[in-house]
């Protein structure tokens, strides 16, 4: 059974940093392409980072350059690196994975239960 666990939110000041963890299981992150998505109510999912099976990445215009995604297959788990936050990042976040690479649009098959992040000004 495929089971996505996000972990790392919490509350930050506009300019701190957090660092964001998918731990995957049930299946072999390798095998799979994934990313991370965010949410605010009232407001679609909107694809933030993605992480190609060689290694390349994507970003959402509104966080590139602050943040980072990264893999390590041998734990089964994605990261995400948030430095500069802003106020406006302030979402729940999500992590997601398919077999299907679906880039940054949300139509991947399988979700974790999201993390929130709030950033204070």
């Known amino acids: 059974q495929v089971q996505l666990v996000e972990s790392g939110g919490g509350s930050v000041q506009s300019g701190g940093s957090l660092r964001l963890s998918c731990a995957a299981s049930?299946?072999?992150?390798?095998?799979?392409?994934m990313a991370w998505f965010r949410q605010t109510p009232g407001k679609e999912r909107e694809g933030v980072a993605f992480?190609?099976?060689?290694?390349?990445?994507s970003y959402a215009n509104s966080v590139k350059g602050r943040f980072t995604i990264s893999q390590d297959h041998a734990k089964n788990t994605l990261y995400l690196q948030m430095n500069s936050l802003k106020p406006e990042d302030t979402a729940m976040y999500y992590c997601?994975?398919?077999?299907?690479?679906?880039?940054?649009?949300?139509?991947?098959?399988?979700w974790g239960q999201g993390t929130q992040v709030t950033v204070s000004s």
């Open positions: 992480i190609d099976s060689d290694g390349s990445t």
């Open positions: 049930g299946f072999t992150s390798r095998h799979y392409w």
């Open positions: 997601a994975a398919d077999r299907i690479n679906w880039w940054l649009l949300p139509k991947y098959m399988y």
